[in-house]
């Protein structure tokens, strides 16, 4: 499997698991495509032609290598950091990272459609919210939401480390948005499954989870209530693991009566104070575990057998190809995404 081959397995296998549905993924494209015809032609060169190929393009190859290569040796680690460049310089290795840097971190305000467009799962695009349709309230949110991480992440340096991947000869991939998706749908099926009762049961049942069991011998970090006690019954769940960031404050005002509990990944302080102040439980699924069981899981379905992973970065292989299948044929995937 060469670099450009698994790029392109990575963008199909997120199609699969996208929570929208893969439909929403080509409709997506199929806008941009529209909006990049409609720009005057001098501007097009700058629109990033990985934008009508990739519906995910905080998922992308951001440094690529000269020439065509095999994918024969990956580092893998959750963060870009020097010392993992360098380690895969040292092990002659491609360079995998969850948290996009470089062309993927300024697109990061892309994914954001991908959280709000599932939303409607919730129901939240039917009644009223402050006054207004619930679904053009939801689009106004989406809007300020990439509006605010674009400002945000396009103030960085982005290059800073690509560059210096760039200076050591290192190819450099990330897997953003399509690994979270993979957490997402994989935790989502096993909680419809197990039926947790209570928010302790919601723990419990995150820890049969190999990637946070790791987590919690290794580094004491595990799932935990937020907010609620162990034993408050769980009621309507909405499960929180894919976005640019926090899921902005306003999200709870169209939440309030329709969900009884959140999980996620992380949580600030506002979005912990706008859970309260609408009576959401909160159950914390530790950010790091969370993000290696996407990328596992992810690699599980699209990475060659031979290939040899040298994990790093808070990043820790575990190896159960089949447990997403496994828990598919357990739980009728017919009953809902
Ligand atoms: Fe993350």
Same mark, same amino acid.
């Given at each position: 499997?060469?670099?450009?081959?698994?790029?392109?397995?990575?963008?199909?296998?997120?199609?699969?698991?996208?929570?929208?549905?893969?439909?929403?993924?080509?409709?997506?494209?199929?806008?941009?495509?529209?909006?990049?015809?409609?720009?005057?032609?001098?501007?097009?060169?700058?629109?990033?032609?990985? #934008?009508?190929?990739? @519906?995910?393009?905080?998922?992308?190859? %951001?440094?690529?290598?000269?020439?065509?290569?095999? $994918? *024969? !040796? =990956?580092?893998?680690?959750?963060?870009?950091?020097?010392?993992?460049?360098?380690?895969?310089?040292?092990?002659?290795?491609?360079?995998?990272?969850?948290?996009?840097?470089?062309?993927?971190?300024?697109?990061?305000?892309?994914?954001?459609?991908?959280?709000?467009?599932?939303?409607?799962?919730?129901?939240?695009?039917?009644?009223?919210?402050?006054?207004?349709?619930?679904?053009?309230?939801?689009?106004?949110?989406?809007?300020?939401?990439?509006?605010?991480?674009?400002?945000?992440?396009?103030?960085?340096?982005?290059?800073?480390?690509?560059?210096?991947?760039? #200076?050591?000869?290192? @190819?450099?991939?990330?897997?953003?948005? %399509?690994?979270?998706?993979?957490?997402?749908?994989? $935790? *989502? !099926? =096993?909680?419809?499954?197990?039926?947790?009762?209570?928010?302790?049961?919601?723990?419990?049942?995150?820890?049969?989870?190999?990637?946070?069991?790791?987590?919690?011998?290794?580094?004491?970090?595990?799932?935990?209530?937020?907010?609620?006690?162990?034993?408050?019954?769980?009621?309507?769940?909405?499960?929180?693991?894919?976005?640019?960031?926090?899921?902005?404050?306003?999200?709870?005002?169209?939440?309030?009566?329709?969900?009884?509990?959140?999980?996620?990944?992380?949580?600030?302080?506002?979005?912990?104070?706008?859970?309260?102040?609408?009576?959401?439980?909160?159950?914390?699924?530790?950010?790091?575990?969370?993000?290696?069981?996407?990328?596992?899981?992810?690699?599980?379905?699209?990475?060659?057998?031979?290939?040899?992973?040298?994990?790093?970065?808070?990043?820790?292989?575990?190896?159960?190809?089949?447990?997403?299948?496994?828990?598919?044929?357990?739980?009728?995937?017919?009953?809902?995404?």
């Amino acid at each position: 499997m060469n670099l450009q081959e698994f790029y392109t397995s990575a963008i199909e296998a997120g199609k699969k698991c996208d929570p929208r549905g893969r439909s929403a993924a080509n409709k997506d494209l199929r806008k941009r495509r529209q909006e990049y015809d409609n720009l005057p032609k001098h501007r097009r060169k700058y629109f990033g032609t990985e #934008l009508l190929e990739n @519906p995910y393009p905080d998922s992308l190859i %951001i440094v690529p290598p000269h020439e065509d290569i095999e $994918v *024969k !040796r =990956l580092v893998i680690s959750i963060d870009g950091a020097q010392y993992v460049i360098k380690y895969a310089r040292d092990k002659d290795a491609i360079l995998l990272t969850h948290h996009p840097e470089g062309i993927a971190e300024a697109n990061l305000h892309l994914a954001w459609p991908v959280y709000f467009d599932s939303l409607r799962q919730l129901g939240i695009t039917d009644g009223m919210v402050e006054g207004i349709p619930a679904g053009h309230y939801i689009k106004k949110i989406r809007k300020r939401a990439m509006r605010e991480d674009k400002e945000d992440w396009q103030g960085d340096n982005v290059e800073l480390l690509p560059d210096y991947a760039r #200076l050591v000869g290192v @190819p450099w991939v990330t897997m953003h948005t %399509i690994a979270d998706m993979y957490a997402h749908a994989y $935790v *989502k !099926r =096993l909680l419809e499954h197990e039926n947790p009762k209570t928010l302790g049961d919601v723990v419990d049942v995150l820890m049969t989870i190999k990637e946070y069991q790791v987590g919690a011998m290794e580094s004491r970090v595990k799932p935990w209530v937020i907010l609620g006690g162990e034993k408050r019954k769980t009621g309507k769940i909405m499960l929180d693991m894919i976005g640019g960031g926090e899921p902005p404050e306003k999200i709870f005002n169209a939440l309030a009566g329709r969900i009884d509990t959140i999980i996620v990944m992380h949580a600030d302080k506002d979005l912990q104070a706008a859970s309260k102040k609408n009576k959401v439980a909160m159950v914390c699924a530790s950010h790091i575990q969370s993000d290696t069981l996407g990328m596992n899981l992810l690699l599980s379905d699209i990475l060659p057998d031979d290939v040899e992973v040298y994990p790093t970065g808070g990043f820790r292989r575990v190896e159960d190809p089949n447990r997403m299948k496994e828990l598919m044929q357990k739980y009728d995937v017919t009953k809902g995404k």
